[in-house]
C-alpha cells in the first residue's frame, strides 16, 4: 500500500513539475517576440494575407505545420515575412521572402 502511495506522489509531482517548466519557457519565447518585434520594425498582418508562396513553401517544408502569427516588414523595395509556425505541437520562428525562399537571420549577421 505504501508503494502505491509513493507512486501517485510521485507522479503528481512530475506532471506539476512539468507543468511549471512548460509555463517558463512560453514565457520566455513570447518576451523574445515582442522584444524582436519591436526592434525589427515588423508590422503584424492577419495569417490569410501571406503571398501564396509562402503558404506553398510552409506546405512543403514543414508538413502539417500551421502559420499561427505573421508580420513584414518592408526594406529597399523588397519584403520579408517573419512567422510564427506551430509543428507537431513545437513553435518555431522562420523568416522568408516574398517568393518563399527562407531566410536563414543568422547567415546574414555573420555577413
Do not use: R
Request: net charge negative; aromatic share 6%.
Amino acid at each position: 500500500m505504501k508503494k502505491l502511495g509513493l507512486s501517485l506522489m510521485a507522479a503528481a509531482a512530475m506532471f506539476f513539475a512539468t507543468e511549471n517548466m512548460n509555463a517558463q519557457v512560453e514565457e520566455v519565447t513570447e518576451t523574445e517576440a515582442q522584444v524582436a518585434d519591436k526592434t525589427q520594425d515588423l508590422e503584424e498582418i492577419d495569417v490569410v494575407a501571406l503571398p501564396q508562396a509562402i503558404k506553398d513553401a510552409v506546405m512543403t517544408d514543414f508538413s502539417g505545420a500551421t502559420t499561427e502569427e505573421a508580420w513584414v516588414k518592408e526594406k529597399e523595395g523588397k519584403k520579408m515575412y517573419k512567422l510564427h509556425l506551430n509543428v507537431d505541437g513545437e513553435k518555431k520562428k522562420v523568416y522568408a521572402d516574398e517568393e518563399g525562399n527562407w531566410i536563414d537571420k543568422k547567415e546574414k549577421k555573420d555577413k
